[in-house]
């Protein structure tokens, strides 16, 4: 019996994603999964020193992770025309950006390098996900970019919004998702073990798809107090067919995001990129 651990997000998109693994719906032969949670910055700091056999990242972070890890070709979360939000207490004029004091939710995820793309001059502060928009509420910080649920909740609790990075991204670039995070392997699994690991993955994601109630009454344990309507718009809106698979437009996609921030000086380098 061969463990593989799996990390990612206490969330009800992951949750959902999970479900049939989880709850042993998928025959996994001699591999045994086990789940393990925590926030994506922490994943990603994780990842650095290969923890966990699979890991969901931010797909910035996989920049620095491509030697010692392969991207699945499924799980992935893409704002397809949405994606983290910046919000402030009130509306704010274009020409104040650069005196604002802005949260993002961990260095290396992919909120934070979109919104370097959008204006690099921002003068950032790092904070847990979910201390994001207490510290705009109380007035730490000028204003935060919100993921996870945050992005369906903000306007009903009295922000504004400066920009949604989703669809600023998808302007730019004609219509093209936002990558923000993906499942990675460790390589030093071996190619065998590694594709029987992303198909059962892959498998689990469809089961969810054509299990859409059960896996979404369980994916409602993980979703931090959104009620049932807005935790299955959550789960539409980050897993959905370009999570079962990338596909051309994802693919091409990840190499435009991971381009243009090269272009931009904001990473070293564009990773490899599996799609295993």
Do not use: C
């Not at 709850?23 to 994506?40: A, Q």
């Not at 893409?78 to 260095?107: F, N, Q, T, W």
């Not at 959550?234 to 990338?246: A, E, K, P, R, S």
């Amino acid at each position: 019996m061969t463990l593989i651990r799996v990390a990612h997000s206490p969330d009800s998109d992951d949750a959902f994603m999970f479900y049939a693994l989880a709850n042993n719906l998928i025959d996994t032969g001699d591999l045994r999964f086990e789940h393990v949670l925590s926030d994506i910055e922490t994943l990603n700091r994780e990842a650095f020193d290969g923890t966990y056999e699979v890991t969901a990242v931010s797909i910035h972070a996989y920049v620095h992770l491509d030697e010692r890890y392969a991207l699945l070709g499924s799980g992935a979360s893409m704002g397809d025309g949405y994606g983290p939000v910046l919000v402030a207490r009130e509306e704010v004029p274009h020409g104040e950006l650069g005196s604002l004091k802005v949260a993002i939710p961990g260095e290396l995820t992919s909120a934070a390098l979109a919104l370097k793309m959008w204006n690099p001059e921002l003068d950032t502060v790092v904070l847990p996900f979910d201390a994001v928009m207490p510290a705009v509420s109380s007035g730490e910080v000028d204003a935060g970019v919100v993921i996870h649920e945050g992005q369906l909740t903000w306007e009903e609790e009295g922000f504004h919004a400066i920009v949604d990075l989703g669809v600023w991204w998808a302007e730019e670039t004609g219509g093209l998702p936002l990558p923000l995070g993906g499942n990675v392997i460790r390589r030093d699994l071996g190619s065998e073990t590694m594709a029987r690991v992303a198909e059962l993955l892959r498998r689990s994601i469809v089961y969810s798809l054509e299990h859409r109630d059960a896996a979404l009454d369980y994916a409602l344990d993980y979703g931090r107090g959104l009620d049932r309507t807005k935790a299955d718009r959550f789960v539409g809106m980050y897993v959905n067919q370009l999570t079962v698979d990338y596909g051309e437009r994802g693919r091409r996609a990840l190499s435009e995001f991971l381009g243009r921030a090269h272009s931009a000086g904001l990473i070293p380098k564009v990773p490899r990129l599996d799609f295993l």
